[in-house]
């Protein structure tokens, strides 16, 4: 399940305050640095591993809904479509 960052400016702010840079938090989340580097700029929005953001979050000291939720899929977003009867 990919989790997406709901809060990309408080995630950016918190990293700031903890002095984490973008390779430091990368390397305590378990993660590649391009993935800590496209969340703040904002070229991806979900990482796909929970793991990874419940790292994220340790390290920060933040409840993990604060900066993340479950990414809800395309199918799921869909509406059930109606089955067609066929005339017998």
């Not at 809060?7 to 700031?16: C, P, Q, S």
Request: proline share 6%.
């Amino acid at each position: 399940m990919r989790m997406q960052l709901v809060a990309r400016d408080a995630l950016i702010d918190r990293m700031d305050r903890k002095g984490f840079s973008n390779r430091r938090l990368a390397k305590y989340a378990e993660c590649a640095p391009g993935t800590v580097d496209n969340l703040i700029a904002g070229r991806t929005q979900a990482v796909n591993k929970p793991r990874t953001a419940e790292l994220i979050c340790e390290a920060l000291v933040v409840p993990m809904d604060i900066f993340f939720v479950p990414e809800i899929s395309r199918k799921a977003m869909q509406h059930p479509s109606r089955r067609k009867v066929s005339a017998a």
